[in-house]
């Protein structure tokens, strides 16, 4: 139907095909009426049998959307009207008008085998977070559902542009409402497949653009880990960059960053962001873990009841062994008086000094392991006072493991290798020691 040169409306001239697909068209067109015949944008529907009742939802959305948005790196609105009975065309058109944002998207500068710095990365996304800010918090919110590379605009003058409001969402979310599923595989996380989308949705596709921009890979093609992109491998970025965009990529709505603002605020103080959570803590344990890009504490408490149970089970013990000379008057009657307290008092002993060292000192052991990127501490202490510690150089810890017992059965505790020496915690049970095990391998990059 449309061509090159052609002039609809008696106002837009046609003057170059920007996309197509069945029943949509995208030009780039001139305003004849204008003062200085601006550039726009023309965007045509074809009303056909074929059109889903969707498509034409979303047309008509993003014009009633650009209508009411007034944002300097967001198309204005121009015009809305419908064709009919247009020369070489059986149907009717939809015909959307908008400004044209000159520049070049990302997705082109990707193609062309250009990489981004984590400078460049960074700037990008506070430009994005802005105009998230911006949209977000409308009333209803405004969420694009369709972040992407080619979806943003890079002009000269270094800002970036947010386009394509195709696939816009204009309706406040509501407990049990669903909405059409939209959005480009890869850049779109779990809960808008499942017809939802919140304006984290919108912070999981700037997450998974960046990782884009920052690895040349589409995050499509980049393996996974529990639905985590997996791209720190492929990258030399500052940890705090590569947390905060671990935040923002989060599988799960309840760990990701919710909101523009927050994540801006977020990126501002990433060194103090925890890593993604890789593995839970275990139901009950009171192992208090404080992790950041730079650092990380770990303190792991006495065994709260078995401390009290081994207290409990020497009480038992004691009044049975201080009985032992009663005892022995039962079976001797010669010299017994004079052997039994001397045998007593060994017993009593021997059974003190191994309840001691298996039960009652383990239970009250608690350990503080600190470590940032440059050193690390460890320190072992019995009823709160520190007995035993050391530590060294992070670089030198060569590997995280269970600690070995020469006794089957033994507690066991975490031990850390560094060069010739091991520093080992207190015993734990064994979730907790698998767990943090993973959590200390996780944090030194292992």
Not at 181 to 209: I, K, N, W
Not at 300 to 329: M, S, T
Request: proline letters at 5%; hydrophobic letters at 40%.
């Amino acid at each position: 139907m449309a061509e090159v040169g052609q002039v609809i409306n008696e106002r837009y001239q046609l003057k170059e095909k920007l996309g197509q697909d069945a029943s949509r068209q995208t030009w780039l067109a001139i305003d004849l009426v204008s003062q200085s015949q601006e550039l726009v944008i023309v965007k045509l529907l074809a009303v056909n049998p074929q059109m889903h009742l969707h498509e034409y939802n979303l047309f008509e959305r993003e014009a009633q959307i650009l209508q009411n948005l007034d944002h300097p790196r967001i198309p204005k609105y121009r015009d809305y009207f419908m064709l009919e009975h247009q020369p070489g065309s059986r149907f009717s058109w939809f015909t959307l008008v908008q400004s044209y944002i000159p520049g070049t998207s990302l997705q082109q500068i990707l193609d062309e085998g250009k990489h981004f710095s984590e400078a460049q990365v960074e700037k990008i996304a506070i430009e994005v977070l802005s105009i998230l800010v911006y949209l977000h918090e409308r009333i209803p919110p405004v969420i694009h559902r369709d972040i992407k590379p080619s979806n943003l605009i890079w002009r000269e003058d270094g800002r970036v542009y947010l386009v394509d409001f195709g696939a816009v969402q204009d309706q406040a979310v509501l407990e049990g409402a669903t909405f059409t599923v939209v959005g480009t595989y890869g850049y779109v996380p779990m809960e808008q497949f499942g017809g939802r989308a919140v304006p984290a949705s919108d912070l999981y596709a700037l997450g998974a653009t960046l990782i884009h921009l920052l690895t040349g890979v589409a995050p499509a093609d980049l393996p996974q880990h529990d639905a985590r992109i997996q791209f720190a491998d492929r990258v030399s970025l500052e940890l705090g960059f590569v947390n905060w965009i671990g935040k923002l990529t989060e599988p799960s709505l309840a760990e990701r960053l919710s909101t523009a603002r927050q994540a801006l605020e977020a990126l501002e103080n990433r060194h103090t962001l925890e890593p993604p959570i890789t593995s839970y803590k275990p139901t009950g344990s009171q192992i208090q873990l404080k992790k950041s890009a730079s650092q990380l504490e770990i303190r792991i408490p006495r065994r709260g009841r078995k401390a009290f149970r081994a207290v409990y089970l020497l009480g038992l013990i004691v009044p049975f062994v201080w009985q032992l000379p009663n005892y022995f008057n039962l079976f001797w009657n010669w010299n017994s008086y004079a052997i039994a307290p001397w045998l007593c008092a060994v017993v009593l002993g021997a059974i003190g000094i191994a309840i001691l060292g298996a039960v009652i000192l383990p239970a009250f052991e608690q350990t503080d392991l600190y470590c940032d990127r440059n050193s690390f501490k460890i320190r072992r202490k019995l009823f709160g006072v520190p007995y035993w510690g050391g530590g060294g150089k992070t670089s030198r810890i060569t590997n995280i493991c269970e600690e070995g017992t020469k006794r089957a059965g033994a507690p066991k505790g975490v031990a850390i290798k560094a060069g010739n020496r091991k520093y080992t915690t207190n015993p734990l049970a064994t979730v907790e020691r698998l767990w943090l095990i993973q959590e200390l391998k996780d944090w030194l990059g292992h």
